[in-house]
C-alpha cells in the first residue's frame, strides 16, 4: 500500500504543474521479465560507426528528479557495453524550482552535454535554437511518432527524443463489467452515456469519481481536446492570443458540457473517494470506468497483477465516431547541448537511445503506460494489454494529439476546482467555461500575452 501512495502523490504533483512531463516516467519493477520485440527500426545504430568508436568518452545529464532511474539505468548501461559512452547524471529538483535551473545554466553557459526537460510549449519558450542541437537532418529522426515530432520541433527544427514512454487522458474500464452486459466500447458521447445508462440500470456503479483528490476531476475535460482540436484546428493558437475562449467556443464549451452531464453516474462517495480508491474500485470491478490518466495501470498491476488485463482504456468519446482519438501526454525529453564538447558522440548516443535494443532495455524495466513514440517498435509481449492493444490502436491509425498545455503554456491554476465544481453540480457548463476563461486570462497576463 506504501507504494500506492507514492504513486497517488506523484500523480497529484503531476497533474498540479503546468505541465506533466514525468507523465511517462514511474518506478514500477515488473516481477515478469520482459520479453522484447523488435520491429521495424534498427536493432542497434551508431551513425555508421563502429561499435566502440567512442570508446572512453563521458557524457553529463542533468534530469530532474521525479523521472525514474529504472529504465534510464539500463539504457545507460547498454550504452556504455555497446558504444563505450558512459553518462553521467545529475539530479535536480522538479517543478517551478527546476525550471529556473534549467533556464539558469543554459544562459551561463553551464549547460550539461545532454538535458532532460519538457515537450512542448515550455521547450519552445526558452528558445531552443539557442541551445540545443539541431537533429532534423538525423536518419534516426524519421522514427519519430509524428504527434510527438511536433512537440520537440520548433520553427520547423527539431530537438529532442523521448525519454520514456507516453501515456493518455482517456476512460480505463472493466472488460469483466463490459462483456458481462454486452456493451461495446463507445465511439461517440451518446453511446458512452448509453453505456452509463446501461450499467446503472444494472445495479452497478457506472463511472468512479475520486473527487477526494481534486486533481482527478479534470480528466474528462483536459481529455476531450483531442476532439476539440479535431472541430477546431487553430484552437490552441486563437486560445494562447486570446481570440477564442471557452465559453465563446462551440468545441471548448463542449468539454465543460461533458463533464456536467456524467454528475448521475458517479459513485455515491464520489466527492470524497480518492485516487487510491478508484484503483481499488476499478481493479475490483466496484465500478464500470474511470477518467483518469494510463499511469493508473502501473498502479492496479503492482496492487492486483493478476486483474491488470482486466482494465482496457479507449478514448474519451467526440460526436463522431468516424473520427474517435486518444489525447496524449508526452513524455519529457532528451535534448543535446550544441556547445557539448563532443557532439558527435551526444548524437550517436541520442541515436542509440530510440533504437529498439535500447528500447527494449527500458521496457525490460518499466513496463509501459502508453505507447513509445517510436514509428515500428512493438512493445513486448508483457506490456499491459490496455497499452499494447488498446493505446497502440490510435498510435497505429494516427488518432492521437496531444493535451492542450503542450501546445500554450496558458493553464488556469484553478483548472481542478473549476472541474470539480462543474462535475458535481456546484457550477453549469456555461458558468464553469466562463470561471476557466477568466482563471487563464490571469496566467496569460503574467506571461506577457494580450488577452482581454
Given at each position: 500500500?506504501?507504494?500506492?501512495?507514492?504513486?497517488?502523490?506523484?500523480l497529484v504533483?503531476?497533474m498540479?504543474?503546468?505541465?506533466?512531463?514525468?507523465c511517462?516516467?514511474?518506478n514500477?519493477?515488473?516481477?515478469?521479465?520482459?520479453?522484447?520485440?523488435?520491429?521495424?527500426?534498427?536493432e542497434?545504430?551508431?551513425g555508421g560507426?563502429d561499435?566502440?568508436a567512442?570508446?572512453?568518452?563521458?557524457?553529463?545529464?542533468?534530469?530532474d528528479?521525479?523521472?525514474?532511474?529504472?529504465?534510464?539505468?539500463?539504457?545507460?548501461?547498454?550504452?556504455?557495453?555497446?558504444?563505450?559512452?558512459t553518462?553521467?547524471?545529475?539530479?535536480?529538483?522538479?517543478?517551478?524550482?527546476?525550471?529556473?535551473?534549467?533556464?539558469?545554466r543554459l544562459a551561463?553557459?553551464?549547460?550539461?552535454?545532454?538535458?532532460?526537460?519538457?515537450?512542448?510549449?515550455?521547450l519552445?519558450?526558452?528558445?531552443?535554437?539557442?541551445?540545443f542541437?539541431?537533429?532534423s537532418?538525423?536518419d534516426?529522426?524519421?522514427?519519430l511518432?509524428?504527434?510527438?515530432k511536433?512537440?520537440?520541433?520548433?520553427?520547423?527544427?527539431?530537438y529532442?527524443?523521448?525519454?520514456?514512454?507516453?501515456?493518455?487522458?482517456?476512460?480505463?474500464?472493466?472488460?469483466t463489467?463490459?462483456?458481462?452486459?454486452?456493451?461495446?466500447v463507445?465511439?461517440?458521447?451518446?453511446?458512452?452515456?448509453?453505456?452509463?445508462?446501461a450499467?446503472k440500470?444494472?445495479?452497478?456503479?457506472?463511472?468512479?469519481?475520486t473527487?477526494g483528490d481534486?486533481?482527478?476531476?479534470?480528466?474528462?475535460f483536459l481529455?476531450?481536446?483531442?476532439?476539440?482540436?479535431?472541430?477546431?484546428?487553430s484552437?490552441?493558437?486563437?486560445?494562447?492570443a486570446?481570440?477564442?475562449?471557452?465559453?465563446?467556443?462551440p468545441?471548448?464549451?463542449?468539454?465543460?458540457?461533458?463533464?456536467?452531464?456524467l454528475?448521475?453516474?458517479?459513485?455515491?462517495?464520489?466527492?470524497?473517494?480518492?485516487?487510491?480508491?478508484?484503483?481499488?474500485?476499478?481493479?475490483?470491478?466496484?465500478?464500470?470506468?474511470w477518467?483518469?490518466?494510463?499511469?493508473?495501470?502501473?498502479?492496479?498491476?503492482?496492487?492486483?497483477?493478476?486483474?491488470?488485463?482486466?482494465?482496457?482504456v479507449?478514448?474519451?468519446?467526440g460526436?463522431?465516431?468516424?473520427?474517435s482519438?486518444?489525447?496524449?501526454?508526452?513524455?519529457?525529453?532528451?535534448?543535446?547541448?550544441k556547445?557539448?564538447s563532443?557532439?558527435e558522440?551526444?548524437?550517436a548516443?541520442?541515436e542509440?537511445?530510440?533504437?529498439?535494443?535500447?528500447?527494449n532495455?527500458?521496457?525490460?524495466?518499466?513496463?509501459?503506460?502508453?505507447?513509445?513514440c517510436?514509428?515500428?517498435?512493438?512493445?513486448?509481449?508483457?506490456?499491459?494489454?490496455?497499452?499494447?492493444?488498446?493505446?497502440?490502436?490510435?498510435?497505429?491509425?494516427?488518432?492521437?494529439?496531444?493535451?492542450?498545455?503542450f501546445?500554450?503554456p496558458?493553464?488556469?491554476?484553478?483548472?481542478?476546482?473549476?472541474?470539480?465544481?462543474?462535475?458535481s453540480?456546484?457550477?453549469?457548463?456555461?458558468?464553469?467555461?466562463?470561471?476557466?476563461?477568466?482563471?487563464?486570462?490571469?496566467q496569460?497576463?503574467?506571461?506577457?500575452?494580450?488577452?482581454k
Amino acid at each position: 500500500m506504501k507504494l500506492k501512495k507514492l504513486m497517488a502523490a506523484f500523480l497529484v504533483v503531476a497533474m498540479g504543474a503546468s505541465t506533466l512531463m514525468g507523465c511517462g516516467l514511474k518506478n514500477n519493477d515488473p516481477n515478469t521479465e520482459t520479453t522484447g520485440s523488435t520491429g521495424q527500426g534498427t536493432e542497434t545504430t551508431s551513425g555508421g560507426t563502429d561499435a566502440k568508436a567512442f570508446d572512453g568518452v563521458t557524457l553529463t545529464m542533468l534530469k530532474d528528479a521525479d523521472s525514474a532511474d529504472t529504465g534510464l539505468n539500463a539504457v545507460l548501461a547498454l550504452a556504455k557495453e555497446k558504444l563505450g559512452i558512459t553518462v553521467e547524471v545529475e539530479n535536480r529538483v522538479g517543478g517551478a524550482e527546476g525550471d529556473t535551473i534549467v533556464k539558469t545554466r543554459l544562459a551561463s553557459g553551464d549547460m550539461s552535454d545532454l538535458c532532460l526537460y519538457n515537450s512542448g510549449s515550455l521547450l519552445a519558450a526558452i528558445h531552443p535554437a539557442d541551445y540545443f542541437i539541431d537533429i532534423s537532418g538525423e536518419d534516426f529522426i524519421s522514427r519519430l511518432d509524428d504527434t510527438y515530432k511536433k512537440t520537440v520541433t520548433v520553427d520547423g527544427i527539431t530537438y529532442g527524443i523521448p525519454f520514456s514512454s507516453s501515456q493518455a487522458g482517456a476512460i480505463l474500464y472493466n472488460k469483466t463489467i463490459y462483456q458481462e452486459l454486452g456493451l461495446s466500447v463507445p465511439k461517440t458521447w451518446d453511446e458512452l452515456i448509453a453505456n452509463c445508462e446501461a450499467i446503472k440500470g444494472a445495479g452497478k456503479t457506472a463511472l468512479i469519481g475520486t473527487f477526494g483528490d481534486s486533481w482527478t476531476s479534470q480528466l474528462i475535460f483536459l481529455g476531450d481536446n483531442y476532439n476539440i482540436l479535431a472541430q477546431d484546428p487553430s484552437f490552441a493558437t486563437n486560445f494562447e492570443a486570446g481570440t477564442i475562449k471557452y465559453a465563446t467556443s462551440p468545441a471548448g464549451l463542449r468539454s465543460f458540457e461533458k463533464l456536467a452531464q456524467l454528475l448521475p453516474y458517479y459513485n455515491g462517495d464520489y466527492l470524497a473517494a480518492t485516487y487510491d480508491d478508484g484503483t481499488d474500485m476499478l481493479a475490483n470491478a466496484e465500478g464500470a470506468m474511470w477518467p483518469m490518466l494510463t499511469q493508473a495501470l502501473s498502479n492496479i498491476y503492482e496492487l492486483y497483477p493478476d486483474k491488470i488485463d482486466d482494465i482496457g482504456v479507449f478514448a474519451i468519446p467526440g460526436d463522431d465516431a468516424a473520427n474517435s482519438g486518444l489525447t496524449v501526454w508526452m513524455p519529457g525529453s532528451i535534448y543535446g547541448n550544441k556547445n557539448a564538447s563532443n557532439v558527435e558522440a551526444v548524437k550517436a548516443f541520442m541515436e542509440f537511445y530510440v533504437s529498439d535494443e535500447a528500447l527494449n532495455a527500458y521496457a525490460g524495466a518499466v513496463l509501459p503506460d502508453g505507447p513509445y513514440c517510436i514509428k515500428g517498435y512493438q512493445l513486448p509481449e508483457n506490456s499491459y494489454k490496455a497499452v499494447k492493444e488498446d493505446m497502440q490502436a490510435y498510435f497505429d491509425a494516427g488518432k492521437t494529439n496531444v493535451a492542450l498545455e503542450f501546445l500554450t503554456p496558458v493553464k488556469g491554476a484553478n483548472c481542478p476546482s473549476i472541474c470539480q465544481a462543474v462535475g458535481s453540480g456546484q457550477m453549469t457548463a456555461e458558468e464553469g467555461a466562463k470561471a476557466y476563461d477568466e482563471d487563464c486570462r490571469v496566467q496569460a497576463l503574467q506571461l506577457g500575452l494580450n488577452w482581454k
